[in-house]
Structure formats: C-alpha cells, structure tokens
C-alpha cells in the first residue's frame, strides 16, 4: 500500500521560502510520476508540479514556474517542492500524489491514484 505523508508547511511573509516533503512508502517509485497539487478554499485542487521518479523530468504550472522548484532524492524515497518568492495568491492546502504510470508531463489530478493528506501554506501579505 502506497503512503505518502506530506511536510513543511507552514506560515510564511511575501517574498519568503518555504521547503516542502513528501515521503513516500510502500512500493518502488522508479517508474512513477510525482506531483505535487494544491487547493484553496473555494476553488478546485490544481496542479503546481510533477517530477518523473526515474529520469527526473519536471513540468510546472505557468503560475509557479521560476518560482517553484521540484526535486526528489531517491536515497530516501522523498520528493521536495522547493518554494521561492511566495505571494498571497500560494495560500492552500498542498498535496502530494502519485501516478504508477509515470505521466509525468500531464497535470491532470484524476491521473494521480495515491494522495497524502496534505499541508496547510499560508502566505501573509
């Protein structure tokens, strides 16, 4: 059974960095697709950034890309989402997920079989 549990959150000023973690268990991830998603209160979740396990192929939303870094280690079976020059408009719950499939390049939520349960940012204007 695949768990990921998610870390790092937290409140942070405009302008500031926040690291994010996802550990992952339970299975061998070299061929899966990594992402990290987010929601806000009222809004649906939307994609931020995907990472192909193996190969370590990125892909970003337009809103985040140069800001927001995905990276992984594979000694400790962990995936980061480095944030940088954060806004007000980052606020959300951000969760981690996983595709067996390995679509890293396609940033559709419903591709994604295995979520964590989520960490809360919240940035301060």
């Known amino acids: 059974q695949v768990q990921l549990v998610e870390s790092g959150g937290g409140l942070v000023q405009t302008g500031g960095s926040l690291r994010l973690s996802c550990t992952a268990a339970?299975?061998?991830?070299?061929?899966?697709?990594m992402g990290w998603f987010r929601q806000a209160p009222g809004k649906e979740r939307e994609f931020v950034a995907s990472?192909?396990?193996?190969?370590?192929?990125?892909y970003y939303a337009d809103s985040v890309k140069g800001r927001f870094t995905i990276s992984r280690d594979n000694a400790k079976n962990t995936v980061y989402l480095q944030m940088s020059s954060l806004k007000p408009e980052d606020t959300a719950i951000y969760y981690c997920?996983?595709?067996?499939?390995?679509?890293?390049?396609?940033?559709?939520?419903?591709?994604?079989?295995?979520w964590g349960q989520g960490t809360q940012v919240t940035v301060s204007s």
């Open positions: 339970g299975r061998t991830f070299n061929t899966y697709a």
């Open positions: 997920a996983a595709d067996p499939q390995g679509r890293w390049y396609s940033p559709g939520p419903q591709l994604y079989n295995y």
């Open positions: 990472i192909r396990w193996r190969i370590g192929s990125t």
